[in-house]
């Protein structure tokens, strides 16, 4: 299995209220890498629902038309769940580089959910 991914389509970023400012931090690494990137949102700390933003990158990664995604929320088992609901997706919460590349290299994740209030 590859751990690999094809980096000529986006990544697929999303999160809510709890993961917004990280998710920011994110897309500035992603610019810096020259990496593009779909932001599904959210755009504000104003609270809001995790399945709308998790739903449409799932969507992404399901269809091909992201490469991979990465989901942020506070504890990461609300995008985790609703991601993991997809055909095809396999999203894993990774709070450390270990347990990302496991993710991949074992269970071939390609959607990384984040718990905001662990990695901040």
């Known amino acids: 299995m590859s751990s690999s991914f094809d980096l ?3 990544v697929a970023i999303g999160s809510d209220h709890a ?3 990280f998710k920011e931090e994110l ?3 992603l610019e810096a890498k020259d990496l593009t990137y779909h932001d599904f949102g959210t755009h504000s ?10 739903h449409p990158v799932a969507n ?3 269809k091909g038309e992201a490469s991979f995604g990465i989901l942020l929320c506070g504890s990461a088992n609300g995008v985790a769940i609703t991601a ?5 997706i ?15 290299e074992h269970n071939n ?7 905001s209030t662990i990695c901040t």
Request: glycine fraction near 6%; hydrophobic fraction near 35%; aromatic fraction near 10%.
């Open 8 to 10: 000529s389509k986006p």
């Open 19 to 21: 993961g917004y400012d």
């Open 27 to 29: 897309i500035s690494f």
């Open 45 to 54: 700390k104003d609270s809001v629902d995790y399945p709308d933003f998790a």
């Open 60 to 62: 992404a990664v399901e």
């Open 84 to 88: 993991n609901k997809h055909k095809g």
């Open 90 to 104: 396999r999203a894993a919460i990774c709070w450390g580089e270990e347990l990302a590349k496991l993710s991949r």
């Open 109 to 115: 994740a390609n959607i990384l959910c984040i718990p």
